[in-house]
């Protein structure tokens, strides 16, 4: 089974600095997708960035990019010049042949004025 | 990305009662999945809405206890019968498309039960 870990529980930046939050994966599987999603306090989770596996160029969405590395099983999300907006729980998610989405535990994210 | 709501947006229940939530999509999706979020915990996946046939469920979930229906390729419904306060959650939906390879999410449904 497909397991996904997320071990820093929570994490303080600076607005208009840089952070790097973790995410480790475990599979068998040769073919997967990757994410990154949000979740604000009004609860509703929302897109980050998407990898998918077979690519070996890091995903990049704006303020948002990633380390992917594929041998480590190492998913990392980079967060650049950061906003207020920005403050909420951050889920590392993996699916794979059956579709189906496993989370890590996520972590949150506090963004310092 | 499709539009999806979802109703209602919060509900405080009595325990021994049951709780319909209704999940609309903008457009016709291939996948509908049910998540339920217990506070302060990540998503655990409780079924896959199939249209036209029965939900799939994870296991610790049963049909008994949360009797699912997808009616066509835009519209679901989770029950979540005879509550008891641990089923104080958010309970979201998702669709995705055809292969399945990323899920977006409704607002979701935060459920309080007395």
């Known amino acids: 089974a497909q397991t996904v870990t997320q071990s820093q529980p929570e994490m303080s930046v600076q607005e208009a600095e840089t952070v790097t939050l973790s995410c480790t994966y475990d599979t068998s599987e040769s073919d997967y997708y990757l994410f990154w999603y949000k979740q604000p306090p009004s609860r509703q989770m929302i897109l980050v960035i998407r990898?998918?596996?077979?690519?070996?160029q890091n995903a990049t969405e704006n303020r948002f990019s990633v380390n992917f590395q594929k041998a480590a099983k190492s998913f990392s999300l980079k967060i650049s010049d950061s906003q207020l907006g920005d403050a909420a729980m951050y889920f590392c998610a993996y699916t794979g042949a059956n579709s189906k989405l496993t989370f890590g535990k996520g972590i949150t994210l506090s963004v310092r004025p | 990305s499709a539009v999806i709501s979802q109703k209602p947006s919060r509900d405080i229940c009595q325990r021994g009662t049951s709780l319909t939530i209704q999940c609309q999509v903008d457009?016709?999706?291939?996948?509908m999945f049910w998540y339920r979020q217990q506070p302060g915990q990540s998503l655990t996946l409780i079924a896959t809405?199939?249209?036209?046939?029965?939900?799939?469920?994870e296991s610790g979930f049963v049909i008994d206890k949360f009797p699912i229906s997808r009616p066509n390729l835009t519209f679901s419904t989770l029950t979540v019968s005879n509550m008891s306060p641990e089923d104080s959650s958010i309970y979201l939906c998702?669709?995705?498309?055809?292969?399945?390879?990323?899920?977006?999410f409704g607002p979701g449904t935060r459920l309080l039960v007395l």
């Open positions: 809405a199939n249209q036209g046939s029965e939900a799939t469920y």
């Open positions: 990898q998918e596996a077979y690519k070996q």
């Open positions: 457009s016709q999706v291939t996948m």
């Open positions: 998702s669709v995705s498309g055809l292969r399945g390879e990323t899920q977006y």
